[in-house]
T-cell receptor
Framework: ETGVTQTPRHLVMGMTNKKSLKCEQH?????MYWYKQSAKKPLELMFV???????ENNSVPSRFSPECPNSSHLFLHLHTLQPEDSALYLC?????????????FGSGTQLSVL | KQEVTQIPAALSVPEGENLVLNCSFT??????LQWFRQDPGKGLTSLLL?????REQTSGRLNASLDKSSGRSTLYIAASQPGDSATYLC??????????FGTGTRLQVFP
């Protein structure tokens, strides 16, 4: 059983909807990540939170809004998405600062934007 | 800019074969390299992590090597099984808070 839990597993939304993806880690880590995985493309880093502060925003459109209320929880708020935003969204966690730790991933949320 | 390439993109082999998957990266300034497995529609499972000071890591039938100076890593799978069928991804860590991924090798092992 993974130590990183993502909900929901699947999400279908219209372009005018607002929804949120949730991620929770039970590993005692202090860094959390959002990645996007589209077909036939490498995983793309979206956001990094280290010690609950955003340290990376990889030129992600403002229709994606992350929130990290504490070191165990990470959200991705979605609004007015486009069909090209359909992808698998993966959350990960690690122990920040050392540069040596493994990343542990959740099972992802498969998002379809109609 | 760090780029990670994996060859081949897809591989189909009969059960029992020994396999080598390749990963190359353009900038040798990395903290570590990690190999992952991904089943269709699922998240990533970490297989092996090699620190920049290490040459290889082993776990069961898997062995990963790292040649940082030439920007290469290989994942060796011994005596492949149908359960090994998945996409294998390599990723390098160029700084403390980031992983850069390759596009993966899609492996199918048939009985």
């Amino acid at each position: 059983e993974t130590g990183v839990t993502q909900t929901p597993r699947h999400l279908v939304m219209g372009m005018t909807n607002k929804k949120s993806l949730k991620c929770e880690q039970h590993l005692g880590h202090n860094a959390m990540y959002w990645y996007k995985q589209s077909a036939k493309k490498p995983l793309e880093l979206m956001f990094v939170y280290s010690l609950e502060e955003r340290v990376e925003n990889n030129s992600v459109p403002s229709r994606f809004s992350p929130e990290c209320p504490n070191s165990s929880h990470l959200f991705l708020h979605l609004h007015t998405l486009q069909p090209e935003d359909s992808a698998l969204y993966l959350c990960a966690s690690s122990q920040a600062g050392t540069g040596l730790g493994k990343l542990f991933f959740g099972s992802g949320t498969q998002l379809s934007v109609l | 800019k760090q780029e990670v390439t994996q060859i081949p993109a897809a591989l189909s082999v009969p059960e029992g074969e020994n396999l080598v998957l390749n990963c190359s990266f353009t900038d040798s300034a990395i903290y570590n390299l990690q190999w992952f497995r991904q089943d269709p529609g699922k998240g990533l499972t970490s297989l092996l992590l090699i620190q920049s000071s290490q040459r290889e890591q082993t776990s069961g039938r898997l062995n990963a090597s790292l040649d940082k100076s030439s920007g290469r890593s290989t994942l060796y799978i011994a005596a492949s099984q149908p359960g090994d069928s998945a996409t294998y991804l390599c990723a390098v860590r160029p700084d403390t808070d980031k992983l850069i991924f390759g596009t993966g090798t899609r492996l199918q092992v048939f009985p």
